[in-house]
């Protein structure tokens, strides 16, 4: 399955301890994300994560994008509510996108870690009959 991840900037730490966490699980399926993130997951665990574009510079619609083609299964947008900054990706544009073509997505700890154990129990398998 193909998982992106998205950090604001005061959630790019606990986006790489999230991914240090599910190492196990990750390491089994694509992982896409924005930039920094990726460069960051990249370099906390080692695993190969395909990077698009900053947030601010086009990667948000790189996401769009995907999404649209159905090229998507899970989105990680780990988002800070209180203190976003003007270059941080807009979670309403990617969660419309998710939202009207059916990709779960987890915007905070709680709903990522189950969506995570969700997918490595085989919850998901039905993204795949989707497609």
Same mark, same amino acid.
């Given at each position: 399955?193909?998982?992106?991840?998205?950090?604001?900037?005061?959630?790019?730490?606990?986006?790489?301890? +999230?991914?240090?966490?599910?190492?196990?699980?990750?390491?089994? =399926?694509?992982?896409?994300?924005?930039?920094?993130?990726?460069?960051?997951?990249?370099?906390?665990?080692?695993?190969?994560?395909?990077? +698009?574009?900053?947030? =601010?510079?086009?990667?948000?619609?790189?996401?769009?994008?995907?999404?649209?083609?159905?090229?998507?299964?899970?989105?990680? +947008?780990?988002?800070?509510?209180?203190?976003?900054?003007?270059?941080?990706?807009?979670?309403?544009?990617?969660?419309?996108?998710?939202?009207?073509?059916?990709?779960?997505?987890?915007?905070?700890?709680?709903?990522?870690?189950?969506?995570?154990?969700?997918?490595?129990?085989?919850?998901?398998?039905?993204?795949?009959?989707?497609?």
């Amino acid at each position: 399955m193909k998982i992106v991840l998205i950090a604001h900037d005061a959630k790019k730490k606990l986006m790489q301890n +999230f991914c240090i966490a599910y190492r196990g699980i990750l390491a089994a =399926h694509e992982i896409c994300a924005t930039g920094t993130t990726g460069r960051l997951v990249e370099e906390a665990t080692n695993l190969p994560v395909h990077k +698009f574009l900053a947030g =601010h510079l086009g990667g948000e619609q790189q996401v769009g994008a995907e999404i649209e083609a159905n090229e998507i299964d899970l989105v990680i +947008f780990l988002r800070d509510p209180l203190t976003a900054k003007s270059n941080d990706p807009n979670p309403n544009n990617i969660m419309k996108l998710c939202d009207m073509h059916n990709i779960p997505i987890a915007t905070n700890l709680a709903s990522a870690e189950l969506l995570i154990r969700a997918l490595d129990r085989g919850d998901l398998d039905w993204r795949e009959m989707y497609k």
